[in-house]
C-alpha cells in the first residue's frame, strides 16, 4: 500500500493536486480504453447524449418529429418518390392472402386423420374466396367508413406507419350490416389516426399508460386510449378532449385493436418515429439547398445583362450644380439627357438595331453560373445518404438511372429488396394478418367450411387452433424484371434444378400458382375447342386426364429447358 501525501488547506480541505501531479493525475484518467468514452478530445468533449428509456425517448417528442415528417413528405418531391416507392413495393394495388393452415399440428392436435393435405387445399381456397368478398367487395363493407376496400386500407396502414411510426385499426362488430342483401360478415376495418392514441388528459407517461397504451406489470398491452376526435378537429373540440378506452382483445382472444410499429427497443410501446427521423435534418437541408440554388438560377435569367456607368453620385451631384442645383433636378435631368440620347440615336441596319452607348456607358452580361458546378455531385451525395437511412436505392430515392448499368441496376435493387421484404413480412404480421384472423373467426362460426368428420369445435375450441387455421401466405406486388429473358431463364434453372418452385415464383411476382395452372388448363381446351393448332409450350399438356399420353399419339414433345450458357 501506497502512502500519499495530502496537503491540507486552512480550512483543513484537501488542496488539489498542480504543477506535475496535476498534469499527472489528468493524463490517467484520459487513459480510457475506448475512444467513443473519451471526456476530453475537442471531437467527443461536448457529444453527451441523454441515456433515454425506449418510451420517454420517443413518446415526449413524438408530435413535434411527425409534424415535421409530414411537412416534409406532403412539400417535397424526393420524400413524397420515396413513400411512395416503398408502397409500391410493398402493398401495391393488391393484396390478398394464401391460407396454409397447418394440417400436421391440427392433426396431432385432433388425433384426427381428415386433416391432411387434400382437406387443407381444399378449406385454404374456400377461406380465400370468402376473404376476397370481403375484402374487394364493391359497397366496402369491409371499411367501417364504407371508404375503402381492404387493399386500400392496407395501403393507407402502411403509409402511416412509415410516416407516422404507428399504424392503428379498431375491428368494430358490425352486427347490423349483416343482412342479407348487404354485409355478408360483421367484421369490419376502422383505420385510427395515430395522433389520436394518447394518455388521457394528456398526463405525461406513467408506470401503466405509455403513449396511450396501457399495460400490465409484465409490460403486455392490455388496453388503448383513443381521442373521439382529433386534437386538430376545432369543429369537434369537446370530443377530442375526450378519450375511450378499448381493450386489446376480447377474453377469448378476438383482435379488437390492431397496433403496428416498428420495434427498434425492447419495452418499446409507440412507434412515433417513422423512417425519416434520422435523415430529416439532412433532407431538410437539402431542401433549402435546392431552393435557393433555383432562386438564384431565375435571378440569372431575370437578369441577363445590365448597363454599367462611370458616374457615381458624387460626380452626379457636381455636374449638376452642387446641393441647389441637385436638389432641384436630381437624377431626373441626367436619365432625360440619357433617354434622350438613346431615342435620337437608334441606328437600325436591316431591321435590326446596333446599340450605340451614352458617353462612359457600357453592357456588362450576367454570367449563367447557377447552378453552381457543386450542385449535381452534393445532391447526389446527399440523397445517398438519405437512401441509405431509408433503405432504399439512390436510384429509388433519385428516380435517376441514367448512370448505372444492368448488374449495378440489380445489385441496388436486391440489397433494397431485404430491407422491403422485412418491412413487408413484419406489417402483414402485425397488422394485416389479425384482420384477417378476425374475419376467419367469423368464417367459422357462420359459415359451412369443409371441416373433417369427426372434429368437434365444443371440444376443441377454435382458440386453441387459431394459430394452425389461420396459417396464411400474403401476395403483395409483383418483383419485377430488370432483364426479363434472362431473370426467368434463371427461374427456369432453379425449378428445374430443384432449387426452387412453382409456386415460390409466382410468389415473387405477385400471383398465385393455382391461378396460373387453371388459367392454362383453359386456355388449352380453348385452343383444342376452336380447332387451333396448341403452342409450343402447350405440348407437355397433351397427356390424358388419368396420366400417359392420348391414343394413338406420340408421347408430347417435351420442351428443353434452358441451358446455363444461354443465360448472359
Not at 386426364?545 to 444461354?566: C, F, N, V
Request: overall charge negative; proline content about 7%.
Amino acid at each position: 500500500m501506497t502512502n500519499q501525501v495530502r496537503i491540507l488547506g486552512p480550512d483543513g480541505i484537501a488542496l488539489p493536486p498542480t504543477g506535475r501531479r496535476r498534469s499527472l493525475a489528468l493524463a490517467g484518467y484520459r487513459q480510457i480504453p475506448y475512444d467513443a468514452a473519451d471526456l476530453y478530445s475537442q471531437h467527443m468533449a461536448t457529444w453527451l447524449p441523454t441515456l433515454w428509456s425506449p418510451d420517454n425517448e420517443i413518446n415526449i417528442y413524438r408530435d413535434r418529429i411527425v409534424s415535421r415528417v409530414r411537412d416534409a413528405v406532403r412539400n417535397d418531391g424526393w420524400a413524397s418518390g420515396a413513400v411512395t416507392r416503398i408502397l409500391d413495393n410493398a402493398i401495391g394495388a393488391s393484396l390478398r392472402p394464401v391460407a396454409k393452415p397447418n394440417w400436421r399440428w391440427l392433426q396431432w392436435k385432433t388425433q384426427n386423420k381428415g386433416f391432411d393435405h387434400v382437406w387443407s387445399r381444399e378449406f385454404g381456397q374456400v377461406i380465400d374466396a370468402n376473404f376476397e368478398i370481403w375484402a374487394t367487395d364493391p359497397s366496402k363493407y369491409c371499411d367501417a367508413t364504407g371508404n375503402q376496400t381492404f387493399s386500400q386500407m392496407a395501403h393507407t396502414a402502411f403509409r402511416h406507419g412509415l410516416v407516422d411510426g404507428d399504424a392503428l385499426a379498431i375491428l368494430p362488430w358490425n352486427d347490423e350490416d349483416r343482412v342479407p342483401g348487404k354485409a355478408q360478415y360483421a367484421t369490419a376495418v376502422q383505420l385510427v389516426d395515430p395522433d389520436r392514441l394518447s394518455n388521457p388528459y394528456q398526463v405525461f407517461d406513467q408506470r401503466y399508460f405509455r403513449g396511450g397504451v396501457e399495460i400490465d406489470k409484465k409490460g403486455r398491452p392490455i388496453a388503448y386510449h383513443i381521442r373521439k376526435a382529433h386534437q386538430g378537429d376545432w369543429w369537434a373540440a369537446a370530443d377530442s378532449m375526450t378519450w375511450q378506452r378499448f381493450p386489446k382483445q376480447t377474453e377469448f382472444g378476438r383482435p379488437i385493436v390492431v397496433h403496428y410499429f416498428e420495434t427498434h427497443r425492447a419495452g418499446q410501446h409507440r412507434g412515433g418515429a417513422g423512417i425519416f427521423t434520422p435523415v430529416l435534418q439532412r433532407l431538410k437541408m437539402l431542401i433549402k439547398y435546392d431552393s435557393t440554388e433555383l432562386d438564384a438560377a431565375i435571378i440569372n435569367a431575370i437578369f441577363a445583362a445590365y448597363v454599367e456607368s462611370p458616374m457615381d453620385p458624387q460626380l452626379v451631384k457636381e455636374a449638376m450644380g452642387g446641393d441647389e442645383g441637385f436638389e432641384q433636378l436630381s437624377l431626373n435631368g441626367y436619365q432625360a439627357d440619357r433617354a434622350a440620347f438613346h431615342h435620337e440615336n437608334a441606328i437600325m441596319l436591316g431591321g435590326a438595331r446596333i446599340p450605340q452607348m451614352y458617353p462612359g456607358e457600357s453592357i456588362k452580361a450576367v454570367s449563367a453560373s447557377r447552378p453552381s458546378s457543386n450542385f449535381t455531385p452534393f445532391e447526389d451525395a446527399m440523397l445517398r445518404n438519405v437512401a441509405s437511412g431509408l433503405g432504399l436505392s439512390a436510384q429509388q430515392v433519385s428516380n435517376n438511372w441514367g448512370d448505372v448499368n444492368y448488374s449495378s441496376a440489380r445489385s441496388a435493387a436486391l440489397e433494397a429488396q431485404k430491407t422491403m421484404t422485412r418491412r413487408q413480412v413484419d406489417f402483414f404480421i402485425g397488422f394485416a394478418s389479425p384482420v384477417r384472423n378476425a374475419l376467419v373467426e367469423e368464417m367459422m362460426d357462420i359459415d359451412d367450411l369443409p371441416l373433417p368428420s369427426g372434429y368437434k369445435p365444443d371440444y376443441i375450441s377454435f382458440a386453441e387452433c387459431r394459430a394452425a387455421f389461420c396459417q396464411c401466405e400474403w401476395i403483395g406486388p409483383p418483383r419485377g424484371w430488370v432483364n426479363p429473358i434472362d431473370e426467368r431463364a434463371g427461374a427456369i434453372l432453379g425449378m428445374e434444378a430443384g432449387m426452387s418452385t412453382l409456386e415460390q415464383e409466382c410468389l415473387a411476382q405477385g400471383t398465385n400458382f393455382e391461378d396460373i395452372l387453371a388459367q392454362r388448363k383453359y386456355e388449352i381446351d380453348k385452343f383444342d375447342e376452336l380447332g387451333i393448332p396448341r403452342p409450343e409450350w402447350a405440348g407437355m399438356f397433351n397427356v390424358k386426364p388419368g396420366g400417359g399420353p392420348p391414343d394413338g399419339d406420340k408421347p408430347a414433345k417435351q420442351s428443353k429447358p434452358a441451358q446455363p450458357e444461354t443465360v448472359r
